[in-house]
């Protein structure tokens, strides 16, 4: 997936989640791409956001953070 | 087999805790208060002689047929119009009553026709019925007289003629269109010997004729008669099905001779129609044996290659050995497949095991993602279960129906049949979309409050009206305090009383008057039951999920949950697109809608499969494009869907297809997605296979083989012999040990069987030990998930927004005649009504542009464009255009973005930014479409030679 297009995508995730108190919209974030997004893309994702996460919502930021990926993925 | 007639009782059943008990012929019955006599005898088995009455229409007492003699009562009243009454006496047959009977069926006959050995009803027609009964032996006033017998026949409607020379003039037509399908096209013109049936002065194709049917079946005559019975003459057996159209699963009778088809006709006793059917199931019919069926299978190994015919085996072995190949070289991840929804559930759930158990992966997906994925995750999140909550039974009771991004008259027919019939009786209106749909006026029908609002402002309505229940004191605090989770609720009390929320704030926004808007909200609140039903229009945003959870924040607060009459409801797009969710066609989830990560719902599907399974989300169907666009995936199977003509920007889509190295589609047709595919496997229709579907309402009725396979394989078939290649047994001999495997592995369906469904004739889900026939209604007394979740929905606007560039919004959405990509619909007369996409747009839009009705036109969009020509209509708003996605030839998602729900990515098929221009020519994109159609058709040939 373009960079552009999956920083969009979070981004839309972020927005909703937005609206809750903070710690709650973090742990709202962090699960939904748990539970939604292949290894492949929260891989990506998590490469992307080391590398700087330019343009990611700073809710998306801190919440990638507990975002996890399967070794075999890796 | 024979040919199954229903029981016609003559007059409407009737509702009534009392019961009467009167005596017909001697035997007494007892039935419900306000029931006609004439019901009443046939409780009892009395028949009484009758030619203008039928069950589906309230009685007409105009035939004079049906006189009975009442003990203790003068004259002889019809038996239609008089209600039973406790200790009457009914007299069914005496020789005054026979010499009533034949004096007026004298009458008759002698303006009828006496062609009966040549008649397209000989052996269906009540007037030669009630001749026989009435015991006709001659006619005193001959024939010569005047007469009808020379009228001209209507031949002009595709489906069906209309021959007045053999009307009795008895309005059951009439009152079929007017009472059971809401239309009012037809009339009596004319009186006394004048009267005649009319369309209105008119073809009945010129008319306001949607061809439903309802007519054809009421006649007793062959006035109105299918054109294929009168080819193919009267069917000899019929097998009990369901239609494959759109999601509100019509029952019906598939009328054959031998192995054709000679009429689909709606059945009675069908729970989700009640015997009522729309032009598409009632008659296109046709492309199920459309010449272009491909019924061999072939391969090719690439895509630029002719087609090569082939056995079954070589085609299976083929595709199973290049899916080894790539997941060999490319990973277990790199292939996946796509379930259709207009398959059974019994060969959604073999794609969606063979893809889990046979791959070895998640990478499963259907076409529910780019339609009601975000009713799936809207309604889990708020009351804990993915579907709606009501039976269509239920919109009986309403008091107020609100439809919302839904067209029902054109999409859900059927329904929208039964919707107008509540109305019509009171209920009120409110609809919210941007366009004036059909429902906001119609006859006897007109909505109270049309709320058109801009595309893309959906969630900043629904907050608004919420803002108006709670600001305005409207909120059901018994029924949230008892069902409702109070923390979630309190806070949602005080996200959504926030002055930001409320209609004045919201209009500039919206497009909504905020007076429109409060008056639309207490009306929704106060007016007993309330009921939403809604479409693409709420789902198809980059807010679909948070929409579906805001609906169910007002229906909560107002209380409008797990009671007949109120609900939230999903009018479903296709045929099985409930069935193919609730069959774990997602990648995330297992059948039921239990999450792959969950230990203990894998292990049992492991268990019972004897493979090990992954418990990591696969990929979406846009996600696996992207991969395929990145490398990383190299294979699919779909199974029934179109990809390319439906799914959002079909340039990536292609791009996708492109990049694999193994595309096998299995369907009726070479579609469009097929032109990217590397080995073709011929689909069998739904008149060729046994299994299931599930509607809209979570009914689950049974499909049932009518004709066999034309390709020699059911579709749950192949898919069998695509797993066994790949290794994966599957040891199957019917769909019914199917379905018992789906009701061992998911709790929702651990109570159906064949024999239950065969019995009860249907059964919504869940059906278990706790609701053994069934669940007509959810959330009664609680919510699936314990107490139902208030979730807070922010307003957030989309990023497709109008520019100077593209100043206009477009929505796209389905018309009556065509279905979904059309493959079906376009195979059949129905192109009589519509045989292109046609751009709507309003008269000031068309204006500022130069364009007049029928100009061709432009349609550009940042991601493409297209020409088709513009019909110029009030419809619309100022600035909002729409198109249909009916015709490969528009490919009207050229111009639809990527733009998809946050939480599902569902499209935004409903809000594209565009500009229209007239134009003299086709697109570069048509043109070249026009050349690659042509190759692939004579690649096809070559192929076949």
């Known amino acids: ?10 981004n839309e995730i972020a927005r909703f989640f937005a609206a809750y108190p903070h710690d709650e919209a973090v742990a709202g974030i962090a ?16 490469e992307y956001a080391r590398a700087g996460g330019a343009g990611l919502h700073p809710l998306a930021l801190e919440a990638i953070t507990s975002v996890t990926v399967p070794a075999e993925y890796r | 087999m024979s040919l199954i007639s229903e029981l016609d009782y003559g007059t409407p059943a009737r509702q009534s805790a009392t019961g009467v008990t009167l005596e017909i012929d001697g035997k007494p019955v007892t039935v419900p208060e306000g029931t006609s006599v004439m019901r009443a005898a046939m409780e009892c088995g009395v028949q009484v002689p009758r030619l203008c009455a039928t069950d589906s229409l309230e009685p007409f007492g105009s035939c004079r047929l049906c006189v009975v003699e009442i003990e203790g009562r003068k004259g002889t009243p019809a038996s239609c119009t008089t209600p039973a009454e406790a200790g009457m006496k009914v007299t069914t047959q005496s020789p005054k009553l026979a010499r009533l009977r034949r004096g007026v069926m004298e009458l008759y006959i002698s303006d009828h026709p006496l062609d009966c050995l040549t008649c397209p009803a000989n052996g269906d027609c009540e007037l030669q019925d009630m001749a026989g009964a009435v015991g006709l032996r001659e006619v005193r006033y001959g024939y010569e007289g005047a007469n009808h017998l020379h009228e001209a026949k209507d031949e002009s409607n595709p489906y069906f003629t209309f021959d007045p020379a053999k009307c009795i003039v008895c309005s059951r037509c009439v009152r079929a269109c007017d009472d059971v399908q809401g239309t009012f096209a037809l009339t009596v013109k004319g009186r006394g010997f004048a009267s005649k049936i009319s369309p209105g002065d008119m073809l009945f194709l010129d008319s306001e004729c949607v061809s439903c049917g309802a007519c054809v079946q009421a006649c007793p005559t062959a006035t109105l008669t299918e054109k294929s019975v009168i080819a193919a003459g009267q069917p000899e057996h019929s097998v009990i099905t369901t239609c494959a159209y759109c999601g509100v699963g019509c029952s019906f009778k598939a009328e054959m001779q031998g192995n054709e088809v000679v009429r689909m006709v709606p059945f009675k006793d069908g ?11 009632r008659f296109a019919w046709g492309y199920t044996t459309h010449k272009d069926r491909v019924l061999t299978p072939m391969i090719r190994e690439k895509i630029t290659d002719p087609w090569r015919e082939v056995s079954w085996d070589e085609a299976i072995n083929y595709a199973a050995g290049e899916f080894k190949r790539i997941q060999a070289k490319y990973g277990r991840d790199s292939i996946g497949g796509i379930t259709s929804s207009r398959c059974t559930n019994e060969e959604t759930f073999l794609v969606q095991k063979l893809v889990r158990a046979a791959f070895g992966n998640n990478n499963v997906d259907t076409c529910a993602r780019v339609c009601h994925s975000p009713t799936g995750y809207g309604l889990k999140a708020t009351f804990g279960t993915s579907a709606g909550t009501q039976d269509f039974d239920s919109v009986d009771e309403a008091d107020v129906i609100m439809v919302i991004g839904a067209n029902p008259t054109d999409a859900h027919p059927v329904f929208a049949s039964r919707m107008k019939r509540r109305l019509r009786a009171g209920a009120e209106l409110i609809v919210v979309d941007p366009r004036r749909i059909d429902l906001v006026k119609t006859p006897h029908v007109e909505a109270k409050y049309h709320l058109g609002l801009q595309p893309g402002t959906n969630v900043a309505v629904i907050n608004a009206m919420s803002h108006v229940v709670v600001t305005e004191g ?82 909560m607060a107002t209380g409008n949950i797990g009671r007949r009459g109120v609900g939230v409801n999903p009018l479903r797009g296709q045929n099985n697109v409930q069935g193919s969710c609730d069959m774990g066609s997602f990648p995330h989830e297992f059948s039921g809608y239990r999450h792959v990560s969950d230990d203990a719902v894998r292990s049992t599907f492991e268990e019972a499969w004897g493979v ?12 696996m494009l992207d991969a395929a666009v990145d490398g990383t995936f190299k294979g699919i199977y779909i199974q029934g869907e179109d990809i390319v003509q439906s799914d959002p920007n079909m340039r990536h889509v292609v791009a996708g297809l492109a990049a694999m190295e193994c595309v096998v589609i299995q369907d009726l047709f070479l579609n469009e997605t097929s032109s990217y595919a590397h080995v073709f496997l011929p689909g069998s229709s739904f008149l060729e296979k046994d299994g299931t579907f599930t509607n809209a309402e979570r009914r689950i009725s049974r499909v049932r083989r009518a004709i066999p396979p034309m390709a020699g394989l059911a579709d749950w078939e192949v898919t069998i012999a695509l797993a066994r ?43 278990n030990d706790n609701a053994p026939e069934g669940t007509p209604v959810m959330h009664v007394g609680g919510f699936v998930r314990g107490k139902g979740q208030f979730m807070i929905t922010e307003f957030v606007a989309t990023d497709e927004r109008a520019t100077d560039r593209f100043p206009l919004l477009l929505t796209t959405g389905r018309i009556l005649s065509q279905y979904n990509v059309g493959a079906q619909t376009r195979r059949t007369a129905n ?78 098929y409903k809000v594209t930014a565009v500009q229209v221009a007239k134009t003299s020519r086709p697109s570069a994109w048509q043109a070249a479409y026009e050349e690659t159609r042509g190759e692939t058709t004579r690649r096809k040939r070559a192929g076949s030679r």
């Open chain 1, 1 to 10: 997936m373009e960079d552009a297009k999956m920083v969009h995508k979070v």
């Open chain 2, 474 to 555: 409207l909120v059901d605090e018994a029924f949230v305090a008892e069902r409702c989770d109070r923390p979630t609720f309190e806070r949602w009390l005080e996200f959504i009383a926030d002055q930001r929320h409320s209609p004045e704030a919201t209009e500039a926004v919206t497009g909504v008057p905020a007076a429109a808007l409060r008056g639309a909200a207490r009306l929704y609140a106060t007016a007993g039951n309330a009921a939403i039903y809604y479409g693409l229009g709420v789902t198809e945003h980059s807010q679909g999920s948070t929409m579906v959870m805001g609906m169910a924040n007002l229906a």
């Open chain 2, 612 to 623: 090990i399974l992954g418990g990591e989300p696969g990929l979406r169907i846009p996600n």
């Open chain 2, 831 to 908: 192109v009589l009504w519509r045989s292109e996409d046609l751009l709507e747009i309003h008269p000031w839009d068309a204006e500022n542009r130069g364009i007049n009705d029928g100009d061709l036109v432009e349609l550009a969009s940042r991601a493409g464009s297209t020409t088709l020509h513009a019909s110029v209509s009030e419809r619309m708003q100022p600035g909002v255009v729409y198109t249909t996605f009916h015709f490969p030839g528009t490919a009207v998602n050229v111009v639809t973005t990527e733009f998809a729900d946050w939480a599902t990515d569902c499209p935004e």
């Open chain 2, 725 to 767: 290649a790949l290794g994966c047994e599957m040891a199957y001999e019917h769909p019914a040990e199917i379905m018992d495997e789906i009701a061992r592995l998911t709790p929702t369906f651990s109570g159906v069987t064949y024999e239950k469904l065969d019995r009860l004739g249907s059964i919504q889900w869940p059906c």
């Open chain 2, 271 to 281: 729970k989700a129609n009640h015997g009522h059917a729309c032009v598409k199931g």
């Open chain 1, 31 to 46: 699960d939904h791409l748990q539970k939604f997004w292949e290894p492949r893309y929260r891989r990506q994702l998590i």
